[in-house]
């Protein structure tokens, strides 16, 4: 099957809790998927399996037709799988460009410095941060530190990016300029799969929705479709 992720049986318990029960999800190249579901639904929890922070969970998740089980976080990266974090995690001590370049230096080849430094800086132009380079995260808006999230997990060029969350607490054209990156990076053939509550922006970005209840999918399809389904109103309205 020539999916970019395909996860299959996904479970994951937290002593006698359990987060996530028999989740099944392909993703195929270059596609916009997107995954709501309420608060402690087991979004970031799936996320977290998937990008290696969670390895001990059960089912099989296929990267690129690769089992990942075993591969570590930095592993997953190399293979072409990026995420960002809900609460953004720049090195506090670099620059926003250093932030950008310095994982690019342990990427397998390393690149060069220059060459790292130059594709940082292309990934910066690209977010609209370029004007910041030398800055520290800590002079950063919350719109502009997403930017650096977004630019981090971009510069390895993925074939898939997880954005979790990379809209909360934005205003409506924060959320806009957000959306264009998304759109633009997808526009290159890097699939998205867009965890999000901000619903305007899910349903204009996703070609395909996948919601998640009590830690089980329960329905996916086209967005308007999906939203529309009593279980899913029932979830979100709790009627
Ligand atoms: N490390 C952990 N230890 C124990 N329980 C956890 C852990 N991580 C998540 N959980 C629990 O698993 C459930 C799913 O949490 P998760 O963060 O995946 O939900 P979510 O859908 O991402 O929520 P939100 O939309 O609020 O981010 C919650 O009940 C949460 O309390």
Redesign the pocket.
Known sequence: MNAVLDVRGLGKT??G?T?LNGIALTVAPGERLGLV??????????VNCIAGDFPDHAGVVLFRNRPLAGLKPHERARLGLSRTF?LPRPFRSLTVLENVTVPLRFSVPPLPVADARARARACLERVGLQDKAHSHPHSLTQVDLRKLELARALAPEPALLIAD?VMAGLSHSEVDQILDLLFALNGDGTAVIM?E?VMRAITAFSQRLAV?VA?RKIVEGDPQTVLATPEVEAAYLGT
């Open positions: 937290f002593g809790f987060a579901g309420p608060n402690g639904s087991g979004k970031s929890t799936f809900q969350e965890i509550h998640f830690g």
